[in-house]
């Protein structure tokens, strides 16, 4: 086995995620990638305003998208330093820019070796046995899929 993916949020459901996979990556001799998906144009600007309707200036945009990028990269990289990795597994943080983390998560699984995710992420819908990012990646992974279950006695 060569890559571990795991998606990641900043949830506990992902940190557990990303432990589960680096934990089988030094099973395997693996290395794993941590993939935390942004969108720099909230979703509810797109509802306001309607898709493709500039909401700001370009500039704006911009230095949005930039603050938004560097905010991603430290939550991916405060988990993966937060990670128990004694067989010092290599990890890479990876940040992509996609509306849809289920779309992105699939199309990484179509080089992967393993998809690694929890069972529900920081969706509003808390008593969701599977989130709909889960239910996406159940649906179109192109690799095996390990959905790490909720406790819902867990606080996330």
């Known amino acids: 086995m060569g890559r571990i993916v795991a998606g ?32 720099h144009t909230p979703s509810w600007q797109m509802y306001a305003y309607g898709e493709g309707v500039p909401v700001a200036g370009e500039e704006w945009t911009r230095e949005n998208r930039e603050q938004t990028t560097r905010i991603a990269e430290a939550l991916a990289d405060e988990m993966i330093a937060a990670l128990h990795n004694p067989s010092r597994v290599p990890v890479e943080g990876v940040v992509v820019e996609d509306r849809r983390p289920a779309r992105a ?10 998809l690694v995710i929890g069972s529900r992420g920081r969706g509003g819908f808390a008593g969701l046995v599977l989130g709909s990012v889960g239910q996406q990646c159940a649906q ?3 690799c095996p899929l390990v959905i790490l279950r909720h406790n819902p006695d867990e606080q996330d």
Request: glycine share 4%.
């Open 105 to 114: 998560l699939v199309e990484r699984s179509r080089t992967a070796d393993m």
């Open 140 to 142: 179109h992974a192109e």
């Open 8 to 39: 990641v949020d900043g949830s506990e459901q992902s940190r557990r995620a990303l432990q589960w996979a680096v934990d089988e990556a030094a099973v395997h001799g693996s290395s794993v990638e941590a993939v935390y998906v942004f969108e």
